[in-house]
């Protein structure tokens, strides 16, 4: 069977060689606590039988086993203000040209009303070998972004027609502003490819100036970028 191919390219020289975009398993803390049953006291017959917890159940194992998981290329302290405004700070201020906030008119009041959108410019382009779709989703089962209340917009994706991979942070507002501090190598959400087919990963460096010519694949439109030049690349 065919393999499907990411190629995944980055400036940054640090996140080359200390974080790369693999595809292999990243279990939560509280998964590898949890036992695979507990025992159970039956009253009646007086005898004690397993009881399988979440950890063998299929569905959940394999939703935290099969996905590439992307992490957080760096530190980020958000402020959350009470109007939905956001403003954020990362110790490298190239870090910080990769954030901005979502003006409440791109969702609508009826999405996500009481939240507010951040949207992450992954400083990852991918190209792929074909359209495979990807489905990206919140990594669920990890609670680095729950605990906060932090959800992540989910979407589908392939990377042979575009190449970015932004991501959307949906904070909830409260009555007093308050800060949410989110660590470097956080996991923010998974990539399922929505194929049988193996997928390889591979990373290579870039310049900024590469970087920028990936990303600029569309033609000069003010919406339906992506679709005018799917019509032309069919």
Not at 53 to 60: A, D, E, L, S
Not at 90 to 101: C, L
Not at 152 to 157: D, H, Q
Request: hydrophobic share 35%; with cysteine; charged share 25%.
């Amino acid at each position: 069977m065919k393999k499907v191919k990411l190629d995944c390219y980055t400036f940054d020289k640090n996140l080359l060689t200390l974080q790369p975009i693999v595809n292999k398993v990243n279990n939560p803390s509280w998964w590898s606590k949890l036992k695979k049953y507990y025992e159970h006291f039956d009253v009646r017959s007086g005898i004690k039988t397993p009881v399988p917890t979440v950890k063998v159940c299929p569905g959940v194992a394999e939703y935290i086993r099969d996905p590439i998981h992307l992490k957080l290329w760096t530190d980020i302290i958000f402020k959350v203000k009470p109007d939905g405004r956001v403003t954020f700070v990362a110790p490298d201020f190239r870090q910080r040209q990769h954030m901005d906030t979502h003006a409440k008119e791109q969702t609508g009041k009826d999405l996500y009303p009481g939240r507010a959108t951040v949207k992450l410019a992954n400083p990852w382009v991918v190209k792929g070998s074909d359209r495979t779709r990807f489905m990206v989703t919140e990594n669920h089962y990890n609670e680095d972004l729950r605990q906060h209340g932090i959800m992540v917009s989910p979407g589908i994706i392939n990377f042979y027609d575009q190449h970015s991979l932004n991501l959307f942070l949906v904070f909830p507002l409260k009555d007093e502003e308050y800060q949410v501090e989110l660590k470097y190598g956080t996991v923010l959400a998974s990539l399922h490819a929505m194929t049988d087919k193996e997928v390889v990963v591979n990373n290579h460096y870039t310049t900024p100036d590469e970087y920028n010519d990936m990303q600029n694949m569309f033609p000069s439109t003010f919406f339906g970028r992506y679709y005018a030049k799917r019509k032309v690349t069919k």
